[in-house]
């Protein structure tokens, strides 16, 4: 394979639907590079959060190169187009150089027929026994299972090879970081699945450094997995050994590596992801996009007076529109209506009632999941607003921001990159966040 820009070992997606917490997110990054942890930020926005919030790409290279420039950032940094297919990727090939090849509407239609039996054909070794380290017991395949998986994957696969050559002719295959993403599907994938998708790839020429496949359980947006974790660190370990073992069988590049997406506030899953990859001496990427519109709000309402005011106004319109906000993410929010409080209790309550339903600390009693999810949903209502919305952004800077940085570095890089024990010895106070 040609040569191609390598990304890091461990990576953040940082989304920023407003353009607003560039230096916030890059701060979080900086204090983990102080605890040892490097980690490589990366800044996401698809194209349709740029549709809704009327932004362009290159907004969010300008963003990144500014925040960057701020803060004195000397290491690696990329600029994603996240979720991207053929007829949206044009748009992002200038600004970006990191690609999320959006594959999942192609899988589960069949393939051609003449592509399969080929496929199988060039891999006599995918079918019968195979011995994957790390995995107890060998993956077992027949040629019939193998037609199956590859009848089910293999368009998607042609898809993403057809996106990637796309790319690579307009901007150079030296100059951009490729993953494929798989996760917005019905059903997670089985080693054995994982496995083809690879060799499949691999068949494709698509230098990927990182995958999104989908896993067991609920990755709800905004809130902790919803699951069984023991099913899911199975799960995660037996696709960083297929990963491993792909690597070395189809020459894949060696900087592959697991992404999870909708991966922020998924608490309760960083332990044992980070068991595992201590094991594999593997990476990761995490994407954790809709956290920072959240701190965003929660720093409104932290601040009070016009901040709180809009805050207020945001939830109340999201309730009055709740079905249409709610459907496009279905199968991603789990909101109990029951327990969404009336806008007019909402406009009653203080700077700290509105904070502690929607920050999320799962001590405090008053944390409300539903509450939150609906808000998570809600960005396009901010958006309406306009110059309101972004004035107040820039006049809440300083409490908006130390929000920003202290949820993606204690809540999310932290447990999940460098652990508590380590973590406890040293950690800054919430003051020095932002010093």
């Not at 990859?277 to 995490?286: D, Q, S, T, V, Y």
Request: a neutral charge; glycine letters at 6%; aromatic letters at 8%.
């Amino acid at each position: 394979m040609s040569k191609y820009l390598t990304l890091g070992k461990f990576s953040v997606g940082m989304g920023d639907r407003f353009g607003h917490q560039g230096k916030a997110q890059l701060r979080a990054c900086i204090l983990a590079t102080e605890l040892g942890a490097d980690v490589v930020p990366v800044w996401n926005k698809s194209n349709r959060e740029h549709t809704f919030i009327g932004t362009e790409p290159s907004s969010l290279r300008a963003e990144a190169d500014a925040a960057v420039k701020a803060l004195g950032w000397r290491k690696p940094y990329h600029v994603d187009a996240d979720h991207i297919r053929l007829e949206t990727v044009d748009r992002f090939i200038a600004p970006s150089d990191f690609f999320t090849i959006d594959v999942a509407d192609s899988i589960g239609k069949p393939a051609d027929a003449r592509s399969v039996t080929a496929f199988v054909a060039r891999h006599p070794e995918l079918v019968g026994r195979i011995a994957v380290p790390y995995i107890v017991r060998p993956l077992e395949t027949t040629r019939t299972e193998v037609e199956r998986i590859a009848d089910k994957f293999l368009l998607a696969v042609q898809d993403a090879g057809k996106i990637y050559r796309h790319i690579a002719r307009a901007k150079g295959e030296a100059n951009f970081i490729t993953e494929v993403s798989m996760d917005e599907t019905d059903s997670p994938q089985t080693p054995p699945e994982l496995l083809i998708i690879l060799a499949a790839l691999a068949d494709e020429k698509v230098p990927l450094q990182t995958i999104a496949p989908k896993f067991t359980g609920r990755f709800n947006k905004g809130v902790d997995y919803v699951g069984d974790l023991r099913q899911f660190e199975k799960e995660f370990n037996e696709d960083l050994a297929v990963i491993a073992f792909a690597v070395d069988k189809y020459g894949l590049p060696p900087t592959l590596k697991l992404s999870i997406h909708s991966g922020s506030d998924k608490f309760s899953i960083y332990e044992p992801m980070r068991r595992a990859l201590k094991k594999f001496e593997a990476g990761i990427h995490i994407k954790t996009a809709g956290t920072t519109w959240l701190e965003e709000l929660i720093g409104l309402a932290e601040a009070g007076g016009d901040g709180l005011e809009i805050a207020r106004e945001i939830y109340a319109y999201a309730l009055e529109h709740v079905n249409e906000l709610c459907a496009p993410y279905d199968t991603v929010i789990d909101i109990d209506r029951t327990k969404l409080p009336s806008a007019a209790t909402v406009n009653a309550w203080t700077s700290g009632q509105f904070v502690s339903a929607l920050r999320h600390d799962q001590r405090n009693p008053a944390f409300n999941p539903s509450f939150r999810q609906l808000l998570h949903v809600a960005f396009k209502i901010a958006a309406k607003k306009g110059d309101r919305y972004l004035n107040a952004l820039k006049k809440h800077e300083a409490v908006i921001a130390r929000n920003v940085t202290e949820n993606l570095f204690e809540r999310h890089i932290k447990p999940l990159l460098i652990g508590k024990p380590e973590a406890a010895k040293t950690a800054p106070h919430r003051e020095a966040i932002m010093a």
